[in-house]
């Protein structure tokens, strides 16, 4: 095939000679660039399957091959182009099982979540890194996600067992439609109590009341809370109030607001309330004993939202912010905090994508995927069992692509934008170098596609048909 493909670009270049050559056919992608890859997948820089076909420079006849290949062969002008081959059509195969014909590579198969929300993170509860991120700092509204921090800094200052006395200015500095318990001026509720209200029922007033008797004032408690945040390594939030009601000096970004999670999740007091499914607030002076339930409903058995592992969290909304939704939750030993805010609706399953991409990548999202041989053709089978067809794939480092019936491409392969592809004889993708076919010398860029009229970057004229100019 190779030699047919290099006597067409001898003679010229024709449609009808091009159609005969494989090719990609039309892909809505381009090739992968400096070892990426359209689907996700990477792996470890390892050995890669095995010969390359390629040169270190354009033949030794005349002096001028210093550009360095990717393959075992000096560049010499003599060889064939052959290489040392560790892949397949040989017993090692592009495993690292010799002998057998299959053989193990570590692949990440995982795919990175679609989330619809505007902002959102995945955060490593125990280290504080991001497993994911989408717009994490970017300030937007929370809402009552907000009331994650209150309830942090009235857990931290305050004993539960005080009692928290609402004044009319807790009651009443509340925007039209906001959530409440109905409580009025002078009810008294302990702390703990008040926690509850604030975290299940989500009460706007209770937070005010909380604030107060924490702080003095509202205002002053705004003040305990960006300094709290500041401690955190929160760098783009601004509280103005403990509740999250709408103002527009009031925000935060999903990534310091998982930094916010992650503290109250690892408060005891915070982390207990924000889990219960259900509490009883005693009579107050206009309402009877209540019970009130938990809003996230990520943690009811009987919801089709349920997710196992949810230990807790805190759902908000606001005309302003959209959905805006927290979740704590931990499998193993592993603990993720997922924070999507401005959601359309679509806070439960982005949380959930979020979580399953989490806890499969900690529980090792590098699994081992399996090279098959069958006579010659060389496959790749995917850790869910499906052979890589019609698609690029990394592998150890290396960019492959697999044809629409599974076989690993070598050789030449021409793209649906009329630009040319070489696989070396172990499947990898050449790049940034040279290939010789027919004692011709071809230059394939830091992309793959093979170079046409133009210079190398180390410094060879190719004329319009890819062909070094000697």
């Not at 990175?112 to 955060?123: N, R």
């Not at 994490?136 to 800094?153: H, N, Q, V």
């Not at 509280?239 to 005891?268: C, E, K, W």
Request: net charge neutral; with cysteine.
């Amino acid at each position: 095939m190779v030699k047919r493909f290099n006597r067409i670009w001898s003679i010229a270049i024709s449609l009808s000679l091009l159609a005969s050559v494989p090719a990609f056919g039309d892909i809505p992608i381009v090739p992968p660039i400096s070892g990426g890859s359209d689907n996700g997948i990477s792996g470890p820089e390892t050995a890669g399957p095995g010969g390359d076909n390629t040169q270190s420079g354009p033949g030794a006849s005349t002096g001028t091959g210093n550009s360095t290949g990717t393959g075992t062969s000096t560049g010499t002008g003599t060889s064939t182009g052959s290489g040392n081959p560790t892949g397949p059509g040989t017993s090692a195969g592009p495993g690292a099982t010799q002998g057998s014909g299959t053989g193990g590579s570590v692949v990440n198969t995982l795919k990175q979540p679609e989330i619809q929300a505007q902002g959102a993170v995945l955060m490593d509860a125990a280290t504080g890194n991001l497993l994911y991120s989408k717009e994490a700092e970017t300030k937007f509204y929370p809402a009552s996600i907000t009331k994650l921090m209150t309830a942090l800094l009235v857990a931290e200052k305050c004993s539960l067992d005080d009692t928290v006395t609402f004044t009319k200015t807790a009651v009443t500095n509340l925007e039209s439609g906001a959530v409440t318990l109905g409580l009025v001026e002078g009810d008294k509720l302990t702390v703990r109590q008040s926690l509850y209200g604030l975290l299940l029922k989500s009460a706007n007033e209770v937070a005010n009341g909380l604030a107060e008797h924490t702080a003095g004032s509202i205002s002053k408690f705004a003040d305990m809370m960006n300094a709290r945040a500041k401690e955190l390594g929160c760098t783009n939030t601004n509280f103005v109030n403990p509740n999250g009601l709408n103002n527009s000096n009031h925000y935060t970004t999903p990534h310091d607001m998982a930094l916010i999670a992650r503290a109250a999740f690892q408060n005891g007091t915070v982390s207990k309330i924000a889990s219960t499914l259900s509490y009883q607030i005693p009579a107050t002076q206009k309402a009877a004993a209540r019970t009130i339930s938990l809003g996230h409903k990520m943690l009811y058995p009987n919801d089709a939202r349920y997710y196992q592992g949810v230990i807790g969290g805190k759902t908000g909304y606001t005309s302003l912010a959209g959905n805006t939704l927290v979740t704590c939750a931990e499998r193993d030993g592993v603990r993720l905090i997922a924070v999507i805010m401005k959601s359309k609706s679509t806070q439960y399953t982005d949380t959930s994508a979020l979580l399953d991409y989490g806890f499969a990548l900690k529980s090792g999202g590098s699994q081992t995927a399996k090279w098959q041989q069958e006579g010659a053709k060389w496959y790749f089978v995917k850790n869910d069992g499906n052979r890589a067809a019609n698609e690029w794939m990394t592998i150890d480092g290396a960019d492959y692509w697999f044809d629409s019936d599974g076989t690993m491409a070598t050789g030449w392969r021409h793209y649906s934008n009329d630009a040319w592809y070489y696989f070396k004889s172990g499947g990898a993708m050449a790049s940034s170098t040279w290939v010789e076919s027919d004692g011709q010398w071809f230059y394939l860029g830091a992309d793959g596609a093979m170079m046409k009229n133009t210079v190398t970057p180390d410094g060879y004229t190719l004329d319009a048909s890819g062909v070094w100019v000697k």
